[in-house]
């Protein structure tokens, strides 16, 4: 069928695009623009999704941003890599996106992020089904988004319960330091007569594995400073003498020992059994008297010992001994002998800038209420 038709020439108006005399149909005029670009029709946009290079997603791992791995496809992991090197890859079994991990929400930081966590944590009817194609990879590790601890409990534990010798240390001031009897301490580490301890040495706390028979039957230890021989003198030092405390002195028999107020003045705090205060505080002026509350031998006189100020420990038995913190100066020292109401130190100020003398008392290492020995007012 001719896609022309002769036509009337119509002298009114002038004549339609082609040969004289004959007009074209606007649908015929379509046609023909159709046919002619057939050939060369091009799509608006070049549609190349199969080639167009796609940035994995980050997925959020232990509080941190990981790049996405992509899953091996069937046909790598069955012929091997896609170089032919015969491997699947250098795709670790325990990267994210590997076949032994699955991808779940989590919270992080306020909002929803992915973790990956191994298969092997998850329980066995939570487990993803795998492909006979793709057998699932292997895992050792834990779980990403877990927080384990780098150090076992046990070792922290044991780091806890030992003590670095530090010069100028004796064992009742390490004893004192732990709250543990100081004669325990010598056999759980098996010293004997000197009893001589050094800088550096490792001394076990545990207060377990030592009858208490062999704690009896142990004889008095002497005061010798870390890496020194006992030189106990036994000898009254004059300045204690001479600053003795004189005239009517209130004392109580408790436990076999005779005691007496350390310090003139009133009592600032009691004894806590909580531990948040081990002995009571005494006010009082710098420089006044602080005396020894009881016959014994020094032990202990140092500011070795942080947050004590300057110490003296006095042993009054086996199982008492007395301590006297925050002391402005000493006029004893280790292995002297004093009488009750010897002068054994100058009072000083306490760590809120009060001045006060500290009293403890401790039976078999532990911290005891001092009023439990000291006479009444």
């Known amino acids: 069928m001719s896609l022309l038709r002769r036509v009337k020439p119509n002298t009114k108006s002038a004549p339609a695009t082609g040969a004289p005399g004959y007009r074209f149909p606007l649908a015929a005029t379509a046609c023909l623009l159709l046919a002619a670009c057939a050939s060369d029709y091009e799509a608006p946009m070049d549609d190349r ?23 091996r496809r069937p046909e790598i992991a069955r012929s091997g890599s896609a170089n032919g090197s015969g491997t699947a890859g250098n795709t670790s079994n325990n990267s994210v996106g590997a076949s032994s991990t699955v991808v779940r929400p989590v919270t992080v930081a306020g909002g929803i992020g992915r973790a990956s966590i191994s298969r092997d944590s998850l329980p066995a009817d939570d487990q993803p089904a795998v492909s006979n194609n793709q057998p699932a990879a292997a895992s050792s590790s834990a779980p990403v988004a877990a927080n384990t601890s780098s150090v076992p409990a046990s070792a922290a534990t044991a780091s806890a319960r030992t003590h670095t010798v530090a010069r100028g240390d004796t064992l009742y001031s390490i004893a004192w330091t732990h709250n543990i009897d100081y004669r325990r301490l010598a056999l759980v580490n098996n010293l004997s007569a000197p009893y001589t301890i050094y800088p550096g040495q490792q001394l076990n706390l545990s207060e377990s594995g030592v009858s208490e028979s062999a704690i009896s039957a142990l004889p008095d230890i002497p005061a010798s400073p870390a890496g020194e021989l006992a030189t106990t003198t036994g000898q009254r030092p004059q300045a204690a003498i001479d600053a003795r405390r004189t005239g009517s002195v209130s004392t109580r028999q408790t436990e076999g020992v005779s005691w007496q107020w350390p310090a ?12 948040a205060n081990r002995g009571i505080d005494i006010a009082g002026m710098q420089g006044q008297s602080v005396y020894a509350a009881a016959d014994g031998d ?4 140092g500011s070795g010992i942080q947050g004590a100020g300057n110490l003296v420990i006095l042993r009054h038995s086996a199982r008492h001994l007395s301590a006297y913190m925050y002391n402005r100066a000493m006029v004893v020292g280790e292995g002297d002998r004093v009488r009750a109401g010897d002068k054994i130190a100058e009072m000083g100020s306490g760590p809120n800038g009060r001045d006060l003398l500290h009293f403890e008392v401790r039976v078999d290492g532990k911290p005891t209420d001092p009023i439990r020995f000291l006479p009444s007012r």
């Open 298 to 301: 020094v032990v202990y006189a």
């Open 264 to 275: 003139e003045g009133r009592m600032l705090s009691m004894f806590s059994e909580a531990g």
């Open 49 to 71: 999704s199969s080639s167009l290079d796609r940035q994995p997603p980050l997925i959020v791992s232990n509080g941190q941003e990981v790049p996405a791995t992509p899953r």
